[in-house]
């Protein structure tokens, strides 16, 4: 799926892959090759090409199932590693002008997942372990449980403490959205609720 939608998404904005290389600091062979079916993309590589051409995850990844039931079984998920963590892409679901992508997110124990920054907003659901949330400059501990929300235009950051974290990410997008990361930033986005965790 990555293969079509990316050259779809590249060729549709007009980039050359010198252009998207350039601007995404991902190498033209390995945008080459992530064109051609042939790479093994990360975390890393995947939001840094959603942030520069500034669509939801999903636009890159989905194979949008249909039907009433939707089952999606573990072991038929492709799964997306980063630096610290490993992303299941579960599930695209567009109600009005929301999109929302749901994820179950491992964070390796003692690891920590950077991101720049991307479109839409995050909401994360720890289900067991302990995970630090730090999004620019603000950080929070979450338990099992515990639930964080933020303007994913932001710089942030999860880490595993202790042991490793499941959780679950949910990402959310207007269906027309798509938001320069300096013009979200001028207009003041949303930051961490107020409410944290207190140990």
């Not at 338990?143 to 202790?162: C, E, I, K, M, Q």
Request: net charge negative; with cysteine; hydrophobic share 35%.
């Amino acid at each position: 799926m990555l293969a079509a939608n990316l050259r779809r998404l590249r060729t549709g904005q007009g980039l050359s892959l010198s252009e998207l290389s350039r601007r995404s600091k991902i190498g033209k062979a390995t945008l080459s090759q992530l064109e051609s079916g042939t790479g093994n993309p990360t975390i890393e590589t995947v939001f840094s090409l959603s942030r520069v051409l500034e669509v939801p995850i999903s636009d890159l990844l989905d194979a949008r199932p249909s039907g009433e039931l939707t089952v999606v079984r573990a072991e038929e998920v492709e799964v997306l590693s980063g630096e610290g963590v490993d992303l299941r892409p579960l599930r695209r679901i567009e109600s009005g002008d929301a999109v929302f992508e749901v994820y179950d997110q491992r964070v390796r124990a003692g690891c920590r997942q950077d991101s720049l920054g991307h479109v839409g907003s995050e909401h994360t659901i720890v289900q067991a372990g302990r995970l630090t949330v730090r999004v620019e400059g603000r950080e929070v501990e979450l338990g099992p449980g515990d639930y964080v929300g933020f303007d994913a235009t932001l710089p942030h950051s999860y880490t595993a403490v202790g042991g490793a974290v499941h959780s679950v990410l949910l990402l959310q997008y207007r269906a027309d959205q798509r938001l320069h990361l300096s013009e979200s930033r001028r207009q003041g986005g949303s930051r961490l609720p107020h409410k944290t965790v207190d140990d």
